[in-house]
């Protein structure tokens, strides 16, 4: 009985510590923020191996897209629908650029750092950005 007991006791301690130290990070995808447009709420998020993060479509007609070549060896290609929340579980380290389709020339980009991995950093800076992009990114690339 009191074995039971300790063992209930550590499995809910431990399901606590796991969603204690969970860090899921949420984006906003916005027409609008600041004295910005069409942008992501957050251009650049830090998590762990693991982590999720999750793209609300606060308004329409945004969407997700990792850029090619802007991710670790080994990631699937990954494009969410338009108007629709979307959500990746990052599983490999290193860094994700990602756009959105249509607002990509406008400036509408976003990098995450997935376990602190740097390792694509000169991939990452031979992407081909566009417009206003191609104006921001040098300065996102760069606090990276």
Known sequence: MKTTKHIIISIILFL??????????????????????????KKIVRIDVGDTIFWKSTNPGHNVEFIKGG????????KSKFSK??????TIPGIYA??????????????VI???????????????????????????INSL
Do not use: Q, R
């Not at 929340?85 to 990052?90: A, S």
């Not at 800076?125 to 566009?130: G, R, S």
């Open 16 to 41: 606590f510590a796991s969603n204690t130290f969970a860090a899921d990070e949420t984006i906003e995808m916005l027409n609008k923020l600041e004295n910005e447009s069409m942008v992501y709420s």
């Open 71 to 78: 991710v670790p060896d080994g990631v699937k290609k990954f």
């Open 85 to 90: 929340d979307t959500e990746y579980k990052f």
């Open 98 to 111: 990602y756009w959105c389709t249509p607002h990509k020339s406008m400036g509408m980009i976003g990098f």
């Open 114 to 140: 997935v376990g602190n991995d740097k390792s694509n950093l000169e991939a990452i800076k031979k992407i081909k950005f566009m417009a206003k992009s191609k104006k921001i990114a040098p300065d996102l």
